[in-house]
């Protein structure tokens, strides 16, 4: 089962679409870490072994970077769009699972 962790800038409402889907989705909310820095969601990700799905394209792309280029293993990240219709978003990323069961080390854009 994919594991995923959505940070404080994806709706709570996602999750549930997400889980609805049998995606093991939790939020930043769940874990306490609601005004957490995004690196600190990162390595929440890492702790928790999973991925990390945000809004926030730029600060994430650098914190990728840093990582990668320091050998630190990271779960994944998906950089969702921002986008009305969330019910087509979670059936995008549920095909998306199922055709990359796993995506470590990796950065996507949906």
């Known amino acids: ?5 959505l940070d404080e800038d994806v709706s709570v409402l996602f999750a549930s679409l997400l889980k609805a889907r049998s995606i093991d989705a ?4 769940e874990e306490n870490m609601l005004g957490a820095e995004d690196e600190a969601h990162l390595k929440k ?5 999973r991925i ?12 990728y970077a840093s990582y990668i280029q320091s050998e630190i293993s990271i779960p994944g990240i998906i950089i969702l769009t921002r ?3 969330i019910f087509d978003l979670a059936k995008r990323i549920t095909k998306f699972f199922a ?7 990796q950065l996507w854009y949906l």
């Open 45 to 49: 990700c890492i702790e928790l072994k």
């Open 1 to 5: 089962m994919v594991r995923v962790y």
């Open 83 to 85: 986008q009305r219709d």
């Open 99 to 105: 055709e990359h069961p796993d995506i470590s080390n």
């Open 52 to 63: 990390l799905l945000s809004h926030n394209r730029t600060d994430f792309e650098e914190l």
């Open 26 to 29: 939790v939020t930043a909310r």
